[in-house]
Structures are given as structure tokens and as C-alpha cells.
């Protein structure tokens, strides 16, 4: 059983900056693909952010020069978010893809206001 585990969401102000982090439970490098989504209410929930196991990252339009993607080496992704406007208000999840199969955390609420 694939377990990961959202932190480090909160409130920001707009411009603020915030650091998440996805611990799983097992190495990060056994899956071929870890990423990050975000779902607003009444929206889908669309890509943010995605890392290979090679290293290749891949971020949706909005999150292009303000967020960016990152690992360890061993089992915490991050996602480093700034210049962050009250748009960017959603719950975050963490995303891990094997084969066919895809796990997701419990996600972490990130706000955005004055």
C-alpha cells in the first residue's frame, strides 16, 4: 500500500511564497512519474507539477517561473510555490504514478489572501 502525505500548506498573503512537501512510503524513485495537482471548489482538478524518475520536469502554463518542482533523494517531493496569487487558492495533492497505477494523498489546503 502506497501511502504519501501532504505539509506545508496554509494561509499567504498574495506575493508570499510556500514550500510543500509529499513524504511517501517508500523510495520515490520506484515510481516513473511524481507530480503535483490542485483541485479550487466547484473546478476539476488540474496539473501543477510533475518530476520523472529521470528528472524531467513538466508544469502547467500557470505555474511556469513561480512554482517550481523537486526531490530528494529518497521519499519527499516538493513543490515551491511563489508569487502566489489568491487564484492559486486550492487543496494541493500529491500525485505518484506506476505503471497503470496512480496514488494520491489526502492533499493540503493551500489559501491565498489579504
Known amino acids: 500500500q502506497v501511502h504519501l502525505v501532504e505539509s506545508g500548506g496554509g494561509l499567504v498573503q498574495p506575493g508570499g511564497s510556500l514550500r510543500l512537501s509529499c513524504a511517501a512510503s517508500?523510495?520515490?524513485?520506484?515510481?516513473?512519474?511524481m507530480g503535483w495537482y490542485r483541485q479550487s471548489p466547484g473546478k476539476e482538478r488540474e496539473l501543477v507539477a510533475t518530476?520523472?524518475?529521470?528528472?524531467?520536469t513538466n508544469y502547467a502554463d500557470f505555474a511556469e517561473g513561480r512554482f517550481t518542482i523537486s526531490r530528494d533523494n529518497a521519499d519527499t517531493v516538493y513543490l515551491q510555490m511563489g508569487s502566489l496569487k489568491p487564484e492559486d487558492t486550492a487543496v494541493y495533492y500529491c500525485?505518484?504514478?506506476?505503471?497503470?497505477?496512480?496514488?494520491w494523498g489526502q492533499g493540503t489546503q493551500v489559501t491565498v489572501s489579504s
Open positions: 518530476i520523472t524518475v529521470g528528472g524531467t
Open positions: 500525485n505518484a504514478r506506476r505503471l497503470s497505477r496512480a496514488y
Open positions: 517508500e523510495n520515490i524513485f520506484n515510481f516513473n512519474t
